[in-house]
């Protein structure tokens, strides 16, 4: 059964939703970018379906300032206590949970690993993980109006460079496609956008203070640690170069990196939708 809860976070009030099942390992599911708690395309209120099916009880919420939540919305840096008062209401409302295992997306998985000595999770599941650091609001892919990879669009002069190891994956992608070559010929690439992107793809940048903050918090996990990568996905290819980086060493020894052949940042197609699933519910049952 599905039920739909509120409760406080520093004086604001907070809604959720639980979808019921009897075992004793849950799964708490943290919204990325501004998303309200059914996730882009509904596709964190099908997840839960499938996992309470499966047996295992799922609590979504929206943080503050988001969706159905009062408050102000300070983004996912600002979500430590959100993330400890939605745990501590699972605990109170599944009271037979021994064992609650986090799920986020792009920086919903960065703030599990941020703020990892607050709730109390017992197992982490990281997708994409979200480590640009950009100046000003830049609508993070797979955000509340449902566009995958907002960040990445070809309009390089509305948005900000993505990182040099993205633009050379997708540079590289291109090279491989023959209608990519037919478009050239013809004169359907814009070559001064062409010649910028090759330009930041052979620039090498030092790690973000955001992926430097990640890689020491996650360095002091001690629960195990799932990171789910769209290979695909300008956001995971981002997460993936700075996650072979010496400042990532010693939470690479920690996690296991498993990897869908996809585009979609959100796992929203069907096969990635499917692949999703059955590595949640690894997780669930490891």
Known sequence: ????????VEGAECAATLD????ATGLLIVSGGNEIRCGAHRGMARLAAMVAEAGHPVLRFDRRGIGDSEGENGG????????AAAIALFRRECPQLTKIVGFGNCDAASALVLHHRVGGVDAMILGNPW?????GEVERPGASTGKENAVYSD??????????AAIRARYWAKLKDPREWL?????GVDLRKLAKGLGAAGKSAPPSGLAARLAAAGAAIDVPMTVLIATRDGTAQAFMAEWTRPHFKAMRAKARIE?????SHSFADAASR??????VLEALRG
């Open 1 to 8: 059964m599905r039920r739909w809860l509120s409760f406080d």
């Open 20 to 23: 019921e099942a009897g075992g």
């Open 76 to 83: 996912f840096e600002s979500s430590a206590a959100d993330i």
């Open 131 to 135: 480590t640009i650091e950009v100046e």
């Open 155 to 164: 309009s390089y002069e509305t948005t900000p460079l993505p990182p040099a």
């Open 183 to 187: 478009r050239l010929l013809r004169g």
């Open 259 to 263: 990897s869908c052949d996809t585009g």
């Open 274 to 279: 499917d692949w999703l699933e059955a590595r």
